[in-house]
């Protein structure tokens, strides 16, 4: 199984949501799932992840200081199994992109039913919104792995 976390700039929610989801992977060593995140958008491409992205989920045990920014690419829907937006932007986006016959495409946060289903932007905010995306990807990351469990 390869999934792939997708938002706008692939330097705040995907590569958290990245970070997060591979946290909670390793606790459970069973289970065998590729992970990576791009961006929609190619402005920061290269670039790691948003500093305080960076030191949220540093907080919380995760080093995500490593990624750098990519853009989605035609080959991505080939390559993924899942493909999971956090916002309904950004999974429209991905729908004007996607060749077909792919990848399934979702908003990470179905997974997550007592959860908004957009993961907001942290980008212009402060540092409380991005200790909410962190909490909002643990609760998606611990429910899709619950989904997947039986698969991978
Ligand atoms: P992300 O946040 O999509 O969660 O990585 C953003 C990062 C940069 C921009 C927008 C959103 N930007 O417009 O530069």
């Known amino acids: 199984m390869k ?7 692939n330097i705040c929610r995907s590569p958290s949501a990245e970070g997060v989801f591979s946290q909670r992977l390793a606790q459970r060593p069973h289970m065998h799932v590729a992970v990576d995140s791009a961006g929609t ?4 491409i290269g670039k790691a992840p948003d500093a305080r992205s960076v030191a949220a989920a540093r907080k919380r045990g995760i ?7 990519r ?7 080939h390559r993924f199994d899942l493909i999971l937006a956090m916002d309904r932007s950004n999974l429209a986006d991905l729908r004007r992109l996607d060749p ?7 908003l990470f946060m179905e ?6 289903l957009e ?3 942290p980008y212009y905010g402060g540092d409380q919104g991005f200790e909410q995306v962190l909490d909002m990807l643990e609760a998606a990351s611990d429910a899709l792995l ?3 469990q039986s698969r991978c």
């Open 119 to 121: 993961v907001p932007d």
């Open 111 to 116: 997974y997550a039913p007592d959860q908004p």
């Open 146 to 148: 619950d989904e997947l």
């Open 63 to 69: 080093d995500i200081s490593g990624l750098r920014a």
């Open 41 to 44: 958008a190619g402005y920061h």
């Open 100 to 106: 077909g016959n792919g990848a399934e495409l979702h």
């Open 3 to 9: 999934v792939l976390f997708v938002c706008l700039g």
């Open 71 to 77: 853009q989605v690419t035609a080959e991505d829907f």
